[in-house]
T-cell receptor, first 114, second 114 residues
Framework: DVKVTQSSRYLVKRTGEKVFLECVQDMDHENMFWYRQDPGLGLRLIYFSYDVKMKEKGDIPEGYSVSREKKERFSLILESASTNQTSMYLC?????????????FGPGTRLTVL | DQQVKQNSPSLSVQEGRISILNCDYTNSMFDYFLWYKKYPAEGPTFLISISSIKDKNEDGRFTVFLNKSAKHLSLHIVPSQPGDSAVYFCAASAEGGGADGLTFGKGTHLIIQP
């Protein structure tokens, strides 16, 4: 059974803190993605990676960075958390060989920045 | 500029009836279209997809229709069941875009009433 796991379901941080969100997939997928979901805005792509040590900016990369040192792990980093980064963060993985480019999502991390 | 649009934030349907969720897109480079279902506090789960070379794809109670000339697709659920109550996201990608992430609409909250 395919699985994407995220390190925390709920996280509360203070403004200015450095925040790490971890994501691990066990499907040997090349591609991994970070999205955020906000009410009325849907899912928006922050960063993605198509290979180890490779990263590409998505639609809203400002204030975020990523790290992919191993194929199965993709980390999202908030260098200095701000209140407008309070959101649901969703990690996904996929493979270009999958029909229709489908992606598999983790359960999400609800981050609150105070 | 919103490339994938779901113009109905919510939809209420009686149990046993047909649910029709609509989605419009503007980018003619999109070749694959996907529907995801999301329950609160969970990640989205893949539901059904369609390639632009087809106009219909069916999987059990779920059927997706694509009208490429109108840049419009719809998801039909029949008969609707209480467990179908969720937020449904329409998503699109370009051929070979499996590494580039999906473009999502803002979602439609489907409520199935007993």
């Amino acid at each position: 059974d395919v699985k994407v796991t995220q390190s925390s379901r709920y996280l509360v941080k203070r403004t200015g803190e450095k925040v790490f969100l971890e994501c691990v997939q066990d499907m040997d997928h090349e591609n991994m993605f970070w999205y955020r979901q906000d009410p009325g805005l849907g899912l928006r792509l922050i960063y993605f990676s198509y290979d180890v040590k490779m990263k590409e900016k998505g639609d809203i990369p400002e204030g975020y960075s990523v790290s992919r040192e191993k194929k199965e792990r993709f980390s999202l980093i908030l260098e200095s958390a701000s209140t407008n980064q309070t959101s649901m963060y969703l990690c996904a993985s996929g493979n270009s060989l999958l029909e229709h480019n489908e992606q598999f999502f983790g359960p999400g991390t609800r981050l609150t920045v105070l | 500029d919103q490339q994938v649009k779901q113009n109905s934030p919510s939809l209420s349907v009686q149990e046993g009836r047909i649910s029709i969720l609509n989605c419009d897109y503007t980018n003619s480079m999109f070749d694959y279209f996907l529907w995801y279902k999301k329950y609160p506090a969970e990640g989205p789960t893949f539901l059904i997809s369609i390639s632009s070379i087809k106009d219909k794809n069916e999987d059990g109670r779920f059927t997706v229709f694509l009208n490429k000339s109108a840049k419009h697709l719809s998801l039909h659920i029949v008969p609707s069941q209480p467990g179908d109550s969720a937020v449904y996201f329409c998503a699109a990608s370009a051929e070979g875009g499996g590494a580039d992430g999906l473009t999502f609409g803002k979602g439609t909250h489907l409520i199935i009433q007993p």
